[in-house]
């Protein structure tokens, strides 16, 4: 079991990287009552009395911040957080993708408010930040209606934002790739964003295409966040599908621009090329609009109907070697870990008819591996391109799915594919203080007199993960201790026992 540490401690002979940027240097620091109290040049602490930490030379770096979590319910069913506070996250911001399950009606919460009570009271390991969803907030409003809302729906949509916010929300995120947000027009959520001005808030996007139409979609992300605080934040930017990589330079060139014409904009990136999805997003146009496609493959003309679409994509079809499912329902477990040309042969079936069958048994997810390498890394040595993992909190432990490796890896792999373009504590900057910045985040992301003390201490040059999509949920290594709010989250020595400090952080 973790100890419990006492309200003042200190860290002797840490390399201390504050988070801005700045060179690191040698510093003992004193943490009390939950907050960083004092920094001094190493061997100028003489304490007596006082518990101590003898970091020997290891980093010492503001916890990270996990720009973009699918941790909303996550954290209530997991609250130790294994795969996110083993590699350092201290905190996530959840309700990406325009679906914020902060908001929806639940038993025990239905608004920020009642969610962050009911989270407080469920004691999570790490503390959680949570913007609110277009998608979400449409479906509350709408259902999953494929047509423009009303007048009167609009003003709906309107309050319940202005309600999230009002009440901590810390901006808006949209998923236009997906239901219900492929359904709407640029001009409601225009509309919508624009209950974000005055707020100093961002728009955080999930665009309507990060592939065929990726220029097209970051121009309506500039002007749907125009409308709001002029502040952007683009989710796990990419260019997909290998026909569209060199769009990449395009791409670039419209964000440093918009940028330098004054909008604030970032970017979050995960350090792998496979994205982690709904298998059911491989089904072809137009059946990607229906709203549940389980339900419409029950029959089996409807089941014939979507293979026969799948032969008329040609070249434009899924690479099915690259389509790996990783979670799923019980029956399906052999399945996991396999990508659906393997499936195919286990079933004896083609790959488009064994996954309309597994669509037709169940809703799993799947892994998809449509990105280039070589881009991943140029989007990463961006200083505007922040880490976040676009992943839950997974536990060790798991009975049938198993995350995407990024869950566990994200943080360590951000940091060594970065770190071979820029000095350390740049790469740092873009996992803590600059992330926190984006979101208004207080006192965290810093390590600085009177800010909170969360903080991870780490062997830089040991900070790795495994990439294996058959065994990803394993802790990264590398990382010592981790404290939250000035206690102990994580200590490699005892890796599942866990000491649960974290909290919600209301958003100004
Ligand atoms: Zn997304």
């Known amino acids: 079991m973790i100890k419990e540490l006492p309200s003042q401690f200190i860290i002797l002979n840490a390399k201390l990287f504050d988070g801005l940027g700045n060179a690191p240097y040698m510093a003992d620091v004193c943490i009390n009552q939950g907050r960083i109290e004092a920094i001094a040049k190493a061997g100028t602490m003489h304490p007596s009395g006082v518990y101590t930490i003898d970091a020997e030379g290891l980093a010492l770096s503001p916890g990270f911040v996990d720009a973009h979590s699918h941790s909303d319910t996550k954290i209530m069913d997991n609250p130790n957080a294994d795969a996110k506070i083993s590699q350092g996250v201290t905190t996530e911001v959840v309700g990406n993708c325009g679906s914020s399950a902060t908001l929806t009606k639940h038993a025990c919460w239905g608004d920020i408010e009642s969610y962050a009570h009911e989270l407080n009271l469920r ?16 479906s509350l409003v709408m259902g999953y209606e494929n047509r423009e809302p009303t007048r009167d729906e609009m003003n709906q949509m309107k309050e319940i934002l202005d309600k999230a916010l009002k009440q901590g929300a810390a901006g808006l ?5 997906y239901l219900p947000g492929k359904y709407s027009k640029t001009e409601e959520v225009v509309e919508l964003a624009s209950v974000l001005k005055g707020t100093n808030k961002p728009y955080a996007t999930h665009m309507r295409s990060e592939g065929d139409g ?22 796990h930017f990419k260019a997909t599908n290998q026909r569209n990589w060199y769009k990449l330079d395009a791409a670039f060139e419209k964000i440093e621009n918009a940028k330098k014409n004054g909008m604030s904009i970032y970017a979050d990136r995960y350090p792998y090329i496979f994205s982690c999805t ?13 709203a549940n496609i389980r339900e419409y493959l029950q029959a089996p003309e409807h089941q014939a109907e979507i293979i026969k679409a799948f032969g008329e994509m040609g070249d434009k079809g899924p690479n099915w070697e690259r389509v790996i499912v990783t979670d799923s329902i019980a029956a399906h477990k052999p399945y996991i870990g396999y990508n659906m040309k393997e499936i195919g042969e286990m079933m004896g079936l083609t790959p488009p008819e064994a996954t309309i069958k597994l669509l037709t048994e169940a809703s799993p997810s799947a892994a ?7 881009n991943m890394h140029r989007i990463l040595a961006k200083d505007w391109v922040v880490a976040g993992s676009d992943a839950s909190s997974n536990a060790f432990d798991y009975t049938v799915g ?39 985040i207080p006192e965290r992301g810093v390590i600085k007199p009177g800010y909170r003390a969360d903080l991870v201490l780490f ?16 802790p990264c290594t590398g990382v010592r201790f981790v404290f939250v709010n000035g206690q102990l989250a994580f200590d490699a020595e005892s890796p599942t026992s866990r000491g649960r400090h974290g909290s919600f952080i209301p958003i100004k």
């Open 214 to 235: 990726l220029l097209e979609s970051i121009d309506e992300a500039i002007q749907i966040a125009a409308a709001g605080a002029n502040r952007l934040q683009i989710s």
């Open 173 to 177: 995120s949209s998923g236009l790739w």
């Open 368 to 374: 998809f591996g449509k990105m280039s390498e070589d």
């Open 459 to 474: 062997d830089p040059d040991n900070f790795k993960c495994v990439f294996d999509f058959k065994a990803p949920h394993t």
């Open 402 to 440: 198993r995350a995407h490796p990024r869950a566990f890896g994200t943080f360590p792999r951000f940091f060594q594919f970065a770190r071979a373009n820029a000095p350390d504590e740049q790469v740092i900057r873009r996992m803590t203080s600059l992330t926190a910045s984006i979101f208004n």
């Open 123 to 138: 004691q999570p390991a790490l503390n959680i930040v949570a913007l609110a969803g277009h998608n979400t907030i449409r």
């Open 278 to 290: 709904s298998l059911r997003m491989v089904v072809p146009s137009p059946y990607d609009l229906i």
